[in-house]
Nanobody, 125 residues
Framework: VQLQASGGGLVQAGGSLRLSCAASGRTFTSVHMGWFRQAPGKEREFVAALSWTDSSTYYKDSVRGRFTISRDNAKNTGYLQMNSLKPEDTAVYYC???????????????????WGQGTLVTVSS
């Protein structure tokens, strides 16, 4: 699977952005999808995931209620809608995919096989 992330940019605190992750190379419907982020000087961290088996969603506690992960299988594209953005959300955001992954393993970057190139989100205060 090849992934292409886009949609990042500069936004004021309280604003919104929608990130997209375009997939190619195999049937998008049969992959778990995840979003991670990495701020300068910090490790890559889990943000959200969407299971392809039952469409369950999982979120980092600090983004739950503000971010929504979704997918459009017809367009082979995943999304991360980010609302009420805060300066601490500033990071490079990466989308990830894997065909087989248990929910308990979603939060570990090393468990994901396919990665997009990252898109920068900057939230100003």
């Amino acid at each position: 699977v090849q992934l292409q992330a886009s949609g990042g940019g500069l936004v004021q605190a309280g604003g919104s952005l929608r990130l997209s992750c375009a997939a190619s190379g195999r049937t998008f419907t049969s992959v778990h999808m995840g979003w991670f982020r990495q701020a300068p000087g910090k490790e890559r961290e889990f943000v959200a995931a969407l299971s392809w088996t039952d469409s369950s969603t999982y979120y980092k506690d600090s983004v739950r209620g503000r971010f929504t992960i979704s997918r459009d299988n017809a367009k082979n594209t995943g999304y991360l809608q980010m609302n009420s953005l805060k300066p601490e959300d500033t990071a490079v955001y990466y989308c990830a995919a894997r065909t087989e992954l248990s929910p308990g393993a979603y939060s570990y970057p090393s468990n994901w096989r396919f990665w997009g190139q990252g898109t920068l989100v900057t939230v100003s205060s």
